[in-house]
């Protein structure tokens, strides 16, 4: 594992053929060579457990991702078997990547929508899963879809998709068992992603009370004074009277980031805060779990979409007031339909539960260290998916 990832540099330059497939000519193929469609009706209703197609996590089980309440009223005889070793596809979705291979060791059922087919012996199921994956595979998808106003790519044009095909499978093999590798790494690094959010989650839990909860159930060590409420005008200043919106088309480029509602617009020259800043939406404040409230510390241009606040000298720390801010129910407090607005003076009068000044730096401190590490595995994730696009796009040329 350790020597893939060393590698990886190297083969997102270089052409991956030269490392893993050397003796034997490459030649353009259609599926139709290699495929046959299955999919046998669930004629008798058996129960087999219901699954559907995600274009990011495969054949998925409907019960996890429609907790259950589809299956109620599930008519399991119009649903399809999918053996293990099968594909199954969504034509209406198979564009951004709605295929899957059964590697479950099970056979699954899924909608009498989906097609599902298999593949000759002559190709390594692995192999082609991942040149599915790849960009080559969406342009031949596109040119083979049908339809007006929705594209679908039914069997019979599945079949005339073009794909390299090496007749020597036991490097059909390696390629598959390359690209697993990498899809295996990727997976362990957005395993441990998921891990640390549900980790930070948890500490915020405890660190800030919830509706009529006067105190946070758990404390930093060596703190033991109590927490005061105040309202945000108590002890915060607001700055929104030097914001500045400007049009898309007048916006001069340059590096200063561009700040509206739901975060970074674009990069500017010039600025209308320079310090250290909490911003907090304004308008279009409808999406109460990702609400949108961001720390800043430097030059930046804030539109007129959202407020800018800073804690006051020796009261406030402005990385713990982000947390603070975006740990309180917003809801109540928008107005406004389809787009919330949250009104400045309403934002004002919001209470908080604020410890002492070097209390509150402590948890601002904490949390800003864990959102560098969540960042940095974010960032891990998306050089690995880059780099594996890379090598995709140079071995199904």
């Known amino acids: 594992m350790k020597s893939l990832i060393q590698n990886l540099n190297i083969f ?65 005889t119009a649903y399809k078997f999918v053996n293990q070793g099968e594909f199954a596809y969504n034509p209406a979705r198979i564009n951004v990547g709605s295929i899957a291979f059964n590697d479950l ?78 899809d295996n790494t990727i997976t362990l690094h957005q395993r441990k992603l998921d891990k640390l959010k549900r980790l930070k989650q948890g500490y915020l839990q405890q660190l800030f009370p919830k509706n009529d909860e006067k105190v946070p159930r758990v404390r930093f060590t060596n703190f033991d004074k109590e927490w005061k409420l105040h309202t ?14 400007i049009t898309a088309s007048d916006r001069i480029s340059g590096a200063t980031p561009y700040y509206g509602a739901n975060g970074i617009q674009d990069y500017v020259e010039g600025h209308t805060h320079d310090g250290e800043f909490v911003l907090v939406a304004e308008d279009g404040a409808n999406d109460f779990k990702n609400y949108p409230v961001q720390y800043v510390n430097g ?24 947390i603070a801010i975006k740990n309180v129910n917003i809801e109540p407090f928008l107005v406004g ?27 601002g401190t904490f949390f800003k260290q864990f959102d560098s590490i969540i960042s940095f595995e974010y960032s891990k994730i998306d050089k690995l998916n880059s780099v594996k696009q890379a090598l995709l796009q140079k071995m199904f040329i």
């Open 299 to 322: 030059k930046v241009w804030v539109n007129n979409h959202t407020h800018v606040l800073q804690g006051r000298h020796e009261l406030v720390d402005n990385k713990f007031l982000m």
């Open 232 to 245: 945000l005008g108590d002890v915060t200043e607001r700055f929104d009277n030097l914001r500045v919106p």
């Open 12 to 76: 997102s330059v270089l052409n991956p053929r030269q490392y893993i497939c050397t003796k034997y000519a490459w030649e353009l193929r259609k599926l139709k060579d290699f495929t046959i469609k299955t999919g046998k009706k669930n004629s008798e209703g058996e129960d087999y457990p219901a699954y559907s197609v995600s274009n990011k996590l495969g054949l998925v089980s409907q019960t996890k991702q429609f907790d259950g309440s589809r299956l109620d009223f599930l008519d399991k």
């Open 105 to 182: 060791g099970k056979t699954v059922i899924v909608s009498s929508l989906y097609v599902v087919l298999k593949i000759s012996d002559k190709l390594d199921n692995e192999y082609i899963l991942q040149f599915i994956k790849s960009i080559k595979f969406i342009e031949e998808v596109k040119r083979n879809t049908e339809g007006s106003v929705r594209e679908y790519l039914f069997f019979d044009n599945f079949k005339n998709i073009k794909f390299p095909y090496i007749k020597n499978l036991e490097e059909q093999q390696k390629i598959g068992s390359f690209f697993k590798q990498l």
């Open 337 to 363: 339909g389809g787009r919330a607005k949250l009104n400045a003076n309403i934002m004002m009068k919001l209470e908080l539960l604020f410890p002492n000044m070097k209390e509150q730096q402590e948890i």
